[in-house]
């Protein structure tokens, strides 16, 4: 009996990756994979839509929508050309400034909406081009927008740790700051490495000007961007500050965008914020739906014992916690590379739990291994959504991206997250300086 479900689970899954490979919708895969358990497993659909409804009727799930909803806005309200103009005053007349730029407002982005999409979205349709004019490539400039918008997938609020708190059933704060610290090392690091690529580029950099222009610029521009500068402040200031959940201030960051960009920037008409809505929406619509489908898939799995399997196999290539940690990081990049990051960490997540319990690691810490893991797929073919998006906005080809996303890849990414793995205090340090027992 449990030979033939085991041999249901592997057809199943070697299913769901021909079809994630060929390229069709998500949701439509997993409908695919959950027709297949109904029809050849004894899977009753029935009862896992009530299963699934039950578990997601709570509030914490709203979030993920409500932070896509205000990403989007935060890109038509002209909030991002602001925080954009603020930046490029202070480091603009420096040689390497523009790109230093964009890949801090990418993570501001990122940290504004959750999403590394929006980073790309936002920010991309205005820095490339002006990165281009200043005498970057523009696939140098693609590639530096969009290896620097997964930045918001690490840089908390995260869409992707408020999907691992719900699953594992840990304290969401503690795992937005569990990313922080690897996220602020890669932005380091992104920083590093471009300052020491631009200086192959001719650029046309603005003569410095004198002190009490300069000042009177930042001034400008610093003042312009005021309401762009509150919005972080609400949703970092008010989460962390224990007036907002995660979801309330996705809910206020929102509607804040909307007068924002109506009366204040008056970059967007009312008719304008209701078509982002419908196109937040088809979005939102689309994620839910795979949302609902990865939940059925994981209980199946439960149900199954995939995860005790999944510890039983592993245990019995070795024992040695280093090397099985290493095998982890290369499973969560490998799952990163054909579907995105919250379906990684819906079917993962309960998998792998176990796993790290008896390893001794502790689920804040496995928290931050699954978002560094996952969110460098979102940048590495075949699945790499934001690449392509990023490719799309910078009119840029493949071959014209593809060194320096590598190379920020392998010299920036790749290094933090080992250190992120095998030195457990740089993902649980700041969660314990606030207060989290971990």
């Not at 090392?185 to 002190?211: G, Q, R, Y």
């Not at 001794?360 to 931050?368: D, E, K, L, R, T």
Request: hydrophobic share 55%.
């Amino acid at each position: 009996m449990m030979e033939n479900a085991l041999l249901i689970i592997l057809l199943d899954v070697i299913l769901l990756v021909f079809l994630l490979m060929m390229s069709i919708p998500l949701p439509v895969c997993f409908l695919g994979a959950l027709m297949f358990l109904s029809a050849f497993g004894n899977v009753s659909m029935k009862t896992m839509l009530v299963w699934v409804f039950s578990q997601s009727t709570g509030t914490v799930l709203l979030a993920s929508p409500l932070f896509i909803l205000a990403g989007t806005y935060m890109g038509g309200s002209g909030i991002a050309k602001r925080l954009l103009d603020c930046a490029d005053s202070f480091i603009g007349h420096i040689k390497s400034g523009l790109g230093t730029v964009a890949i801090v407002v990418c993570a501001v982005m990122g940290a504004i909406s959750g999403s590394g999409f929006t980073g790309v979205a936002a920010t991309g349709p205005i820095m490339i081009p002006r990165m281009e004019e200043q005498g970057y490539e523009r696939g140098y400039a693609t590639a530096l927008v969009t290896v620097s918008s997964v930045l918001g997938l690490l840089i908390p609020p995260s869409v992707v740790m408020i999907m691992f708190g719900w699953v594992t059933e840990t304290s969401i704060l503690a795992c937005f700051l569990s990313t922080l610290g690897p996220g602020l090392l890669i932005t380091a690091l992104f920083i590093v490495i471009h300052v020491i690529w631009s200086k192959k580029f001719d650029l046309k950099v603005l003569e410095k000007k004198p002190v009490d222009e300069y000042l009177k610029n930042v001034g400008s521009k610093t003042f312009k961007a005021i309401p762009a500068l509150i919005m972080p402040l609400i949703i970092l200031g008010g989460i962390y500050g224990g007036v907002f959940t995660a979801t309330e201030a996705a809910a206020v960051s929102a509607i804040y965008a909307i007068p924002v960009g109506i009366w204040v920037y008056k970059a967007c008409t009312i008719k304008g914020f209701l078509q982002m809505t419908k196109e937040a929406s088809s979005t939102i619509g689309s994620i839910m739906v795979m949302i609902v489908c990865c939940l059925m898939l994981s209980r199946v799995f439960t149900i199954y014992r995939v995860p005790s399997l999944v510890l039983d196999l592993l245990m019995g290539i070795t024992t040695n916690k280093y090397l099985l940690l290493f095998i982890i990081d290369i499973f969560l990049f490998l799952v990163g590379m054909i579907v995105n990051d919250t379906t990684g960490v819906l079917i993962c997540a309960p998998l792998l739990m176990p796993v790290m319990t008896q390893l001794g690691v502790s689920p804040v810490h496995f928290a931050a291994i699954m978002g560094v893991n996952l969110a460098m797929g979102g940048v590495t073919p075949p699945y790499a959504s934001i690449l392509y998006l990023g490719m799309r906005i910078g009119k840029a080809e493949f071959h014209e991206i593809l060194k320096p996303t590598m190379t920020f890849l392998i010299l920036g990414y790749v290094p933090v997250v080992f250190l992120t793995t095998y030195i457990p205090d740089l993902a649980l340090a700041i969660p314990r300086m606030c207060g989290f027992s971990v």
